[in-house]
């Protein structure tokens, strides 16, 4: 004969034991007495009451414990603190990132100078590439200003309001502009960056 | 809005004078704060927003069920008043975990379960002195019946403290914090089966334990 499991005990003492354990139970002196000895010790354990302090404690308690969060600091992930504000920095950040790697396949020699063959030598459409190549992000102050801001932002929450780009589709898109609509583009970001000595491309036109 | 504090235990002595508390969540005229009228998964929202004033809503709402489950842990009143505001300072550090699969309660509990677990953890088990015994004596009782009731709580929490660990926070659930079985199975990430099964292990032990102790101090 098998007797009741622990559980089925557990559920014979919480009174909802299927109608086949209760009927074993019913039946099965041994495990009728697990039941009641379950009981006796649930009844000892209940029989010490519970801890109640003084009414006079709690806010005390609340208070101390909100004294507690606000020294913690602000911790609320940037992200969400700042929403979509950061959305257009992110977004400019990520354009010139893929514009700077969009040339160097475009041109098919990474660091071998700017043969772009629509835009003439010291055209303002050169400069403006010659402005995405040459810069070195670490010294960049605009990039160090996008990279602080989004220090704490991961790629996950970042792609839930599709602030990513698809992969690969601003290469796509920018290999499908024409030389004037890199141009105007160049024109664009020159002024979001903001022109400095370092940014000025160099040679005749510039 | 004011609350008439319902803190006395039931059959506790209740005082000859009533207590007004007003919590934090209304504003000096009484009005009551747009806060209070939402739920713990809207105050978590909220909170991750950046409004701060939104946790101290659900620190109102959950502190007393918090520290009643500390102090099962601790039995000292100092100290499980440490511990829920370590429960809280680590629930708020972690709120962007909060998924609301369980309740924030649950939640909260199953924090409460691993920070007591890991304070008690290396203190030996002790009794907990008579004067320490926190019980306020029952309506009716004489003396004698509130020593004798006092020293027979401290005599169970002893035993308790003794039970192996996950035995230990099953019962506190189940019998004092009153979670069903399933709450109970979400707060210690384990199955219905295994709560189950510690319970009736714990109950088992427990009356061994009080029963050894019996013998060895008639």
């Known amino acids: ?206 | 809005m004011s609350t008439r504090a319902e803190a006395w235990p039931a059959g506790g002595t209740q005082p000859d004078w009533t207590l007004t508390v007003v919590p934090s969540t209304q504003d000096e005229s009484g009005r009551t704060s747009p806060l209070s009228q939402l739920d713990d998964r809207g105050l978590v929202e909220v909170c991750l927003g950046g409004r701060v004033d939104a946790f101290d809503v659900i620190v109102e709402r959950h502190q007393r069920a918090v520290y009643q489950l500390c102090f099962r842990f601790v039995h000292r009143h100092e100290d499980a008043a440490d511990l829920t505001q370590e429960v809280f300072l680590r629930a708020y550090r972690g709120l962007r975990r909060f998924r609301g699969d369980a309740t924030l309660t649950t939640w909260l509990y199953r924090i409460g379960v691993n920070v007591c677990l890991n304070q008690v953890s290396g203190r030996r088990a002790q009794e907990t002195p008579l004067d320490h015994a926190p019980n306020i004596p029952a309506a009716g009782d004489d003396p004698a019946s509130s020593f004798v009731r006092a020293r027979e709580g401290a005599r169970v929490r002893a035993a308790v403290a003794r039970l192996p660990r996950k035995q230990r926070a099953t019962l506190i659930l189940r019998v004092y914090q009153d979670l069903s079985h399933r709450e109970i199975a979400l707060a210690l990430g384990t199955t219905v089966g295994a709560v189950k099964a510690n319970f009736f292990h714990a109950l088992g032990n427990l009356k061994k334990l009080l029963a050894d102790e019996a013998i060895e101090k008639p």
Do not use: N, Y
Request: glycine share 10%.
């Open chain 1, 1 to 206: 004969m098998t007797h009741l499991s622990p559980d089925q005990i557990v559920d014979i003492a919480d009174g909802c034991a299927t109608s086949a354990v209760a009927a074993h139970a019913a039946g099965c002196e041994s495990c009728r007495a697990k039941v009641e000895s379950l009981l006796d010790a649930a009844r000892l354990a209940g029989s010490d009451r519970q801890h109640e302090p003084s009414p006079l404690f709690w806010p005390h308690l609340a208070a101390r414990i909100g004294e507690a969060v606000r020294r913690e600091g602000f911790r609320v992930p940037l992200w969400r603190s700042w929403g979509w504000r950061l959305a257009p920095i992110g977004a400019t950040a990520v354009l010139v990132i893929a514009l700077g790697v969009g040339l160097r396949m475009w041109t098919g020699t990474p660091g071998s100078g700017l043969l772009v063959p629509d835009a003439p030598a010291g055209s303002p459409a050169q400069a403006a590439l010659e402005l995405a190549l040459d810069v070195e992000p670490a010294d960049d102050p605009s990039w160090r200003l996008v990279s602080e801001l989004s220090a704490e932002v991961d790629a996950e929450e970042a792609e839930a309001p599709g602030a990513l780009p698809q992969p690969g589709g601003t290469d796509k898109a920018l290999l499908q502009l024409d030389a004037a609509e890199r141009m105007e583009l160049a024109r664009i970001l020159r002024e979001e960056i903001g022109t400095r000595d370092t940014f000025m491309p160099q040679g005749p036109g510039a």
